[in-house]
Nanobody
Framework: QVQLVESGGGLVQPGGSLRLSCAASGNIFGTYAMGWYRQAPGRQRELVAAISSGGLTRYTDSVKGRFTISRDNARNTVYLQMNSLKPEDTAVYYC??????????????WGQGTQVTVSS
C-alpha cells in the first residue's frame, strides 16, 4: 500500500518561506501527476498546485507567483516551495497523486499532512 509522508511545515512570519516535502513509498511517481492540497480550519480541502509526470505545473490563483511545485522522481518526492507567505496560507498541507494532471481528485488515501502557520 502506498503511503504519503509530508514534512517541512512549521511556524513562519508573514513574508517568510518554507519548503514542504512529500515522500511516497512504492513506485508511484514516474507516470503520475502529483498535487499539493491544503485545508484551513473550517474550510474545504483545496488543490493549490499540480505537476505532471513531465513537469508541467499549474497553480490556484491565490498562490501563483509565490509557490513552486517540483518533483524528483528518482527520490519519489514532490516539493512545494512557498515564498512570500501570508496569514491566509495557514493550513494543513497534504500531497496526493492526481487521477490526471487536469483533475482535482486525489487518487490515494491521505497522509497525515504538515501544519503551516503564518503568523507574527
Amino acid at each position: 500500500q502506498v503511503q504519503l509522508v509530508e514534512s517541512g511545515g512549521g511556524l513562519v512570519q508573514p513574508g517568510g518561506s518554507l519548503r514542504l516535502s512529500c515522500a511516497a513509498s512504492g513506485n508511484i511517481f514516474g507516470t503520475y501527476a502529483m498535487g499539493w492540497y491544503r485545508q484551513a480550519p473550517g474550510r474545504q480541502r483545496e488543490l493549490v498546485a499540480a505537476i505532471s509526470s513531465g513537469g508541467l505545473t499549474r497553480y490556484t490563483d491565490s498562490v501563483k507567483g509565490r509557490f513552486t511545485i517540483s518533483r524528483d522522481n528518482a527520490r519519489n518526492t514532490v516539493y512545494l516551495q512557498m515564498n512570500s507567505l501570508k496569514p491566509e496560507d495557514t493550513a494543513v498541507y497534504y500531497c496526493n497523486r492526481l487521477r490526471t494532471y487536469y483533475s482535482i481528485t486525489p487518487a490515494l488515501d491521505w497522509g497525515q499532512g504538515t501544519q503551516v502557520t503564518v503568523s507574527s
